[in-house]
């Protein structure tokens, strides 16, 4: 299709319809319903779309979510590329790719590295866009038989309330690692409204929300919010169980103060990062994932 007969917007989440016609393209390209995420009020302008509308309908899509992130104990910001999709009739025709190129171009020099994690699909169009893979990786723990002590709360995300904590924490949280972390409060807000609802946590005495499931012998933990990131030590009491044998940990563990940790490559995840990136072997934070 000739581009000339599409309109190219940007940074139109004040326009109503072309949101509306956003969320509509969200919801048939990826099954994916933002209402959830909008209505609790967590929407985030820093998640910038490229987007070519006909007809008033978004046929062909590309986010760039400019995140805050600590790189190597420095302030910084990356870009992940998120929410790319083109209506079927219109693929194949050089849109996704004008759109990427358009919003690469867009975020040059406000930003230090690009990531995408991608549906198995499309990696022959991110590899024709120069993406190169990356692998993503968990940090890992032997644990020995431990009793509880209490004290942790399950919060419910079906509650204001619930809601109102875990965000007033994500937003005074200290980075959950110096070597790579990530500080975008409304992001955190989207994992806990979707696959982390479950699975939130508060532990008063530390005043931090953490993010953990248990799936037999195992205890995955996901983030931890709070203003000081507690040792794991002081931590673990409050959430573990006696059958734990191992804890994987989906953000790097330098602020956790373990010892014999070890790495576990995460298959499947399907990480891309436009050369250079800034840094190799990164354990990406399960919930800076968009
Ligand atoms: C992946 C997707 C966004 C590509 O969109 P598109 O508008 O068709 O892509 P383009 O036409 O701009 O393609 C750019 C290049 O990638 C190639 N390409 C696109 N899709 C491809 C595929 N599935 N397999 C191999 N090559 C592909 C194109 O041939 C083109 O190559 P060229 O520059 O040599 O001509 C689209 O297929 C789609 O929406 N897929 C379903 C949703 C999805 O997977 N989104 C990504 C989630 S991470």
Known sequence: MNTHELELKTAYWDDPAARNAFKEFMMSIHGLDFSVWESAGFWDDAYTPFSYFHNGD????????????????????????????????????????????????????????????????????YEKCGFEALPDYAECIEVESTVSRGGAVKLDLDRPSHIDLIFDVAQRRAPISRKFGILNPKLV??????????FAFQIPELDCVIFCKRDGERLQIFDILSEEIPPFEQLYPYICDVHDRRVEFYFHTDQLELKSVRIKVLEGN???????????????????KA
């Not at 693929?91 to 040059?108: A, P, S, V």
């Not at 807000?189 to 479950?198: E, I, N, P, Q, T």
Request: aromatic share 12%; proline share 8%.
């Open 58 to 125: 978004v046929i062909a899509s590309v986010c760039m979510y400019m995140l805050d992130a600590v790189i190597d104990g420095r302030p910084s910001k990356v870009t992940q590329i998120s929410g790319v999709g083109t209506l079927p009739q219109f693929r194949r025709q050089g849109l996704n790719r004008r759109l990427t190129d358009i919003g690469l171009e867009w975020i040059e020099g406000k930003q230090v590295g690009v990531f995408l994690f991608a549906d198995a699909p499309a990696i022959p169009f």
């Open 189 to 198: 807000m989207f994992h806990a409204l979707y696959l982390l609802r479950d």
């Open 270 to 288: 399907n990480c891309y990062v436009l050369p250079p990136f800034p840094m190799k072997n990164v354990v990406f934070p399960f919930t800076c």
